[in-house]
């Protein structure tokens, strides 16, 4: 039988961490706390919560339909304790008002007293990397799908085979941070008139002729930012990320936390910029005193972004790429 730390092979990063940035609120409001896990995969860090705080409710969200199957059946032995809901974890909202309306405890009560705290691990999973097919890693030839939620419509090769020159530049320089993204995106262009793209190994090829010998020795796998690139592209990380911040941090309890795990800059910058946002006091620099309904409404737990340690990073390599940044709402 699967150890609980190594179901699926995925051992949740920082997962001690995550029950101690949530203990303080999620102990204080006993049996009135939910935590949002907004990020579910194999449930391995809801797993711990529900264990940690055996008084709280978990609601966990993945928009990948085979995550939750997995989840779910993991996450059974605590009832109604643990809901699962199937969205974009920043459309949230209709989603647990329907759960509410369907009398499901945790939705009741985080609509009704706030969420006393919020995990997002960005990213996609370590089952979703595994699962070959599905196209998100580089190192198998498999088709260039790339979609978290299969019943979405833009593909890795959709991207490929249909963007102009520009938008593929575009997307291969913002998204991978990619050097050579207009070079690429040529090379692109050319094959594609040929034959349309279907299946990765290809592009990796593409990816091997059209990047320098010298920068392919320095930058890492020739593939890594094109693949991250694509995957940020078809799936809206961003976007969605952007919009989370602030759906999550509305519906926090006073007190609340809202925890944010990023494994690339993209991804940290946004989190950074809007938790600076909404720690700053709104009062005109310089007045002596703050003014009346300008002070901020959240503070910062964490202080610059925390890092994983050495030794977890030596246990677990995924770990080593993560920054975490954490808020309290006031
Ligand atoms: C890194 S894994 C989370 C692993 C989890 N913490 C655990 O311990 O098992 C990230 C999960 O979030 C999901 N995900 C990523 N972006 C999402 C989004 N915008 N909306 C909903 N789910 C998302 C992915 O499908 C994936 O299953």
């Given at each position: 039988m699967a150890h609980p730390e190594?179901?699926?092979?995925?051992?949740?990063?920082?997962?001690?961490?995550m029950g101690d940035l949530l203990a303080k609120p999620?102990?204080?409001?006993?049996?009135?706390?939910v935590i949002l896990d907004g990020t579910l995969g194999a449930g391995g860090?809801?797993?711990?919560?529900?264990?940690r705080f055996p008084q709280a409710h978990v609601i966990g969200l993945d928009r990948d339909s085979r995550s939750l199957v997995d989840a779910r059946a993991r996450l059974a032995p605590f009832g109604d304790r643990f809901l699962a809901l199937h969205c974009r974890?920043?459309?949230?909202?209709?989603?647990?008002?329907?759960?509410?309306?369907?009398?499901?405890?945790?939705?009741?009560?985080?609509?009704?007293?706030?969420?006393?705290?919020?995990?997002?691990?960005?990213?996609?999973?370590?089952?979703?990397l595994d699962e070959e097919e599905r196209g998100f890693a580089y190192r198998v030839d498999a088709p260039l799908d790339m979609r978290m939620d299969p019943a979405?419509?833009?593909?890795?090769?959709?991207?490929?085979?249909?963007?102009?020159?520009?938008?593929l530049a575009r997307v291969l320089k913002v998204y991978g941070e990619e050097r050579f993204a207009g070079k690429i995106a040529s090379a692109v262009i050319r094959e594609r008139e040929k034959e349309p793209f279907d299946?990765?190994?290809?592009?990796?090829?593409l990816l091997y002729a059209t990047i320098p010998a010298a920068a392919r020795r320095s930058g890492g796998h020739p593939a890594k930012r094109t693949f991250q690139a694509l995957r940020i592209e078809v799936n809206k990380e961003l976007e969605s990320i952007e919009q989370a911040l602030p759906a999550v941090c509305n519906r926090l309890a006073s007190g609340g936390r809202a925890v944010f795990m990023?494994?690339?800059?993209?991804?940290?910058?946004?989190?950074?910029?809007?938790f600076k946002e909404i720690t700053t006091s709104s009062s005109p620099p310089g007045l002596p005193m703050e003014l009346p309904g300008h002070e901020a409404k959240f503070s910062l737990i964490t202080r610059g972004a925390e890092q994983a340690s050495e030794q977890e990073i030596q246990d677990n390599p995924r770990a080593a790429s993560v920054r975490v940044r954490a808020v309290e709402a006031r």
């Open positions: 190594t179901h699926h092979g995925h051992i949740p990063v920082m997962r001690n961490r999620i102990e204080a409001m006993g049996e009135r706390a860090h809801s797993e711990y919560f529900l264990e974890f920043d459309q949230f909202e209709q989603p647990l008002a329907e759960a509410a309306a369907d009398e499901q405890p945790a939705a009741c009560l985080a609509l009704e007293h706030g969420f006393g705290g919020a995990l997002f691990d960005l990213g996609v999973s370590s089952m979703q979405t419509s833009l593909t890795a090769a959709t991207v490929l085979n249909t963007y102009s020159h520009g938008e299946s990765s190994a290809r592009l990796v090829e990023s494994y690339q800059s993209l991804e940290d910058k946004l989190v950074k910029r809007f």
